[in-house]
């Protein structure tokens, strides 16, 4: 998964060492310190954390190829006897593969003309503006009566 646990040098309470960092490959702990505070018996702990610049995706996707692993599971279920076959089948078939069942695609592109024709009606049609925050304020005006309602059979359901 390309997570790292650090721990803390210091104690946030006593001597039991309770805190840590879950981060990923790109980040790094440099130091901690503690601040003694009256809020809590814990003391506050600050971090020093160093972020990698993050990877530059080339515009291509790595996925499963979903034809071949249909392809392998297949093939492992016509021709093992228990599941214990079954899964040495499949390893094997991976085994030949050398563990390589995913495929490059390159993402679509998001098609938003149907977001363009709204604003480009909005911004020719004023009414549009009020209808759209008269509808809203309806909604949020139930949403809060429901929401502060003291009985249960007081809220419907949507």
Do not use: W
Request: aromatic letters at 6%.
């Amino acid at each position: 998964m390309g997570l790292k646990v650090y721990c803390t040098k210091n104690t946030s309470r006593k001597n039991s060492l309770l805190d840590f960092v879950l981060a990923g490959n790109n980040v790094v702990m440099n130091n901690d310190r503690t601040i003694a505070t009256l809020l809590s018996d814990h003391s506050i702990i600050l971090m020093n954390l160093d972020v990698a610049k993050p990877f530059v995706s080339n515009g291509k996707q790595m996925i499963t190829n979903k034809k071949a692993m249909l392809e392998i599971t297949e093939r492992a279920i016509r021709e093992a006897q228990n599941s214990c076959s079954f899964f040495r089948k499949i390893d094997r078939q991976m085994k030949k593969r050398k563990y390589n069942i995913l495929k490059k695609i390159k993402p679509q592109r998001r098609k938003n003309e149907l977001l363009d024709s709204i604003l480009k009606v909005k911004e020719e049609d004023e009414d549009l503006d009020l209808i759209i925050k008269e509808y809203r304020g309806k909604l949020m005006e139930e949403n809060e009566l429901q929401r502060s309602s003291k009985f249960p059979e007081d809220i419907r359901k949507a």
